[in-house]
C-alpha cells in the first residue's frame, strides 16, 4: 500500500507508524490564527476525564447531555454554493485591471481540461507553481465584502492562483473555497501592492443530512476587514486526493444553509477537515466528504461509495470516528468497520491514514456503551496490527486542551463537542503537524 509507513516504536512528533500511542509534540497555536503561540506541552493522558459523549452530537440520537440535535432541523438544499450574477470590469476592490502575467511553459502531460480549464503548466511536480491569471474568471466576482466567485468547472481538482491587492488602497483578505473552507489566512497588502497565492480545490457536488451543494461550480470567497482581488487564475491538475471519512467534528458545515447550533447563538461551525486545505499546498486536494451524526458504519453505506468509486492509485484516504460509534457499536464492530476502509484502500494502492477521535472539551473519553472498551484505544490496536498510518489525535488534543485556560477552551468549542471556525483550525493544525513529521507521502504536501 504505497506510501504505508511500517511499524516502529513509540514514535514521537504525533503520528504514529504501526500504531505506536504518542502525543507528545503536536505544534498549535493557542488562540487567534493557526500556528501562533506556543507549542503543545507533552502528557496529558488519553481517554481520561470528563463525563462520557458530553455536548453530544450533531445529528442526535446520543446519550451525551447538553448537546445539540440536529434531527428535525432545517431542511434546505443547495447550500450557498450557488451561482452568483455575472459582474463586469477589472480588480474587484482594487480600482485595476487583472493582469494575465505569469506566462508558464513546461506542460503537464496527461492533465484534462474540463469546461475549458486551461491545464496546469507549472511543471512544478505538484508545489504552488502559479497559473495564468484569467481576466474573464475576475468578472465574474461580484461584491464587495465577501467578494464571491462561482466559476463553471466541471468536478475534478484544479489549481487556483489568485493575486490579491488595490492599486488605490491597503487591503487585508482572507480567501476561502467552497464550503466555508479556508485556504488563506487573512493577509494585507499595501496600497499599489499585489501578492499571489496558490492552492489546489476539489470541485464536486457534497450532500449532508439536512443541507447539499451543487457541483459544476468552483466557490471562491473573499473577505475580511477590506478585501481586494486584482486577479484570478484555474487550471485542471492531474493531483492526488486526500479523502476525508468521518463525523460532525471534521465536516464542511455551512450554517447558512443549516445551522442546529443557533440555539448557541453560533454561526461559524466548522470541521477541523473543513479547515485542513489552509495546511496543504498547491499539490494535493481536499476532498471531505465527512457528515454529521455518522459511525464508522454508517457512513460507510451512506456517503462513502462515492468515495470507493473514484479513489485511485497515489491517492489519501483519512478515517476518523468514534464519537458516534461509542453510542451504539461495540469495540469489535468498530474495529470490523474500520477494517473494511484499509481493504479498500488496499485494493486500489490508497494510502490509508487512521485518526483516533478528536477529544471534547470535558476530556477524551471514548468507552464503548455497549462493551466498556476505549474505541481510541481500539483503532490504536488496529493501526497497529495492519501496519497502517495512525495519527494519535485523542491523545494531541487532550494534550494541547491541557495547555488552554478553561476560558480559551471553551471559545474553540460550541457545545462542548463541535467546534467554532478558530477551533477547528487549531485541530486541524495539529493534524497537518502531526502528518508533517511522519512518512506516509503526505509530508511533502505540508506546507
Known sequence: MGGIASASGGASGGLATGGAVVGSGGRSGTGGGASTGGVASTGGASGTGGTTNAGGSANGGGTGSGGATSTGGLGSTGGSRTSGTTGTGGGIGSGGTATGTGGLTTSDAGTSTPDGAKPDTSGSGGTDGEVPLDPTLLAKCTGSNPIKCDLPFANGNYKVTVELGSATASATTRVLAETRRIVLQPTTTAAGAYTRFTFAVNVRAEQHDGYSAPGGILNLTFDGTAPAVHGVGVAAASIPTLYVASDSTVCDWDPAAYNPFASYGATDVSGWGQEVSQYFNAGLAVANYADSGETAGTFYTKFYPPVKAAMKQGDFLIVEFGHNDMKSDSSTNYRANLM????????????????????????????????????????????????????????????????????????????????????????????????KGATTGLEKYVR
Open 340 to 435: 473494511k476502509y484499509l481493504t479498500d484502500a488496499a485494493a486500489k494502492s490508497v494510502t490509508p491514514i487512521l485518526i483516533t477521535p478528536v477529544s471534547r472539551e470535558s476530556g477524551a473519553n471514548f468507552v464503548s456503551q455497549i462493551d466498556n472498551v476505549a474505541l481510541d484505544a481500539t483503532m490504536r490496536q488496529l493501526a497497529s496490527d495492519q501496519k497502517v498510518a495512525l495519527v494519535d489525535l485523542t491523545k494531541l488534543s487532550s494534550t494541547y486542551l491541557g495547555t488552554l485556560s478553561s476560558s480559551a477552551k471553551s471559545a474553540l468549542y460550541i457545545d462542548g463537542t463541535h467546534f467554532h471556525e478558530a477551533g477547528a483550525t487549531q485541530i486541524a493544525n495539529l493534524v497537518a503537524q502531526a502528518l
